[in-house]
């Protein structure tokens, strides 16, 4: 399938994990990229992974800052003409898994800042572009942390709640130019943010149970939340907005009570 011929994406947190496989599903439907991460090696992997012939830019950047958010959109504009689709997908976990008492304000800060100031300062710049031109794609990486608890620390898991509340919240703003807002929520996948897990647990002879609580009883891979993020920002999902897609095996499902499976 070619549905992103002739379209223009400007990926988030692509060095890496479900970026890098967005990047690379995209770019084998034939849409034109822009790449961000603050990994300019990662940035450069990606490239290096994209099928031959990719128009291809790239910029290392931080995306909680306002400056260099805006700077980024504008530069994309100059260089292809116009942005369709918006996938922001960079976060980070911030290794905290603090009970509620234990709380460190500059964590939560750290986390905020990235998590959804981030996607707040790209959907702002990206959909002023997007008004003008009465259409577009945004898709947001949220989590199952941010439907429910059990799946990351307290401030990674509040980020990704208020992706997903942001991500509602923008449709409602944005359905009148035509821009569709939506948001993938990933379980469990391998990533670099969480490798610690993955490495954890094969070290301590528990891979087995990755993704056991899952009702695929597997965890998942990151080329499989690629395409669920290459569905929402296509054509086929004209219909879809405001909408926050569990991709996780089935996880949030039910109760997922310990030792509730075997």
């Not at 369709?84 to 500059?106: R, T």
């Not at 947001?140 to 799946?151: D, E, F, K, L």
């Not at 998942?220 to 993020?229: C, T, V």
């Not at 569990?246 to 949030?252: I, R």
Request: with cysteine.
């Amino acid at each position: 399938m070619q549905r992103y011929s002739n379209k223009i994406a400007l990926i988030t947190g692509a060095g890496s994990g479900i970026g890098r496989a967005t990047a690379k599903r995209l770019a084998s439907e034939g849409a034109s990229l822009m790449l961000v991460d603050r990994n300019e090696d990662g940035l450069q992997q990606t490239v290096s992974e994209l099928p031959e012939g990719a128009q291809v830019m790239t910029r290392a950047m931080d995306v909680s800052v306002e400056a260099e958010v805006e700077q980024c959109v504008a530069d994309t504009l100059a260089n292809y003409g116009r942005i369709d689709v918006l996938c922001n997908n960079a976060g980070i976990a911030g290794g905290d898994y603090s009970i509620a008492p234990e709380q460190s304000l500059e964590t939560w800060q750290k986390i905020i800042a990235v998590n959804l100031y981030g996607v707040m300062l790209f959907t702002k710049y990206v959909s002023r572009h997007m008004q003008e031109q009465n259409a577009g794609a945004i898709v947001n990486t949220a989590s199952v942390a941010g439907i429910r608890s059990g799946a990351g620390g307290n401030a990674y898991s509040a980020s990704k709640a208020g992706v997903i509340n942001f991500t509602m919240t923008s449709a409602c703003d944005l359905g009148q130019w035509n821009i569709r807002v939506n948001a993938v929520c990933p379980g469990l996948v391998e990533t670099g943010m969480t490798q610690p897990v993955f490495d954890y647990a094969r070290a301590n002879n528990k891979e087995a149970k990755l993704g056991a609580r899952c009702e695929l009883r597997r965890y998942g891979r990151p080329d499989e939340i690629a395409s669920a993020i290459a569905f929402l920002g296509s054509d086929d999902a004209s219909y879809v907005t405001g909408q926050a897609l569990a991709v996780d095996g089935g996880n949030t499902a039910s109760l997922n009570l310990p030792g509730m499976k075997v």
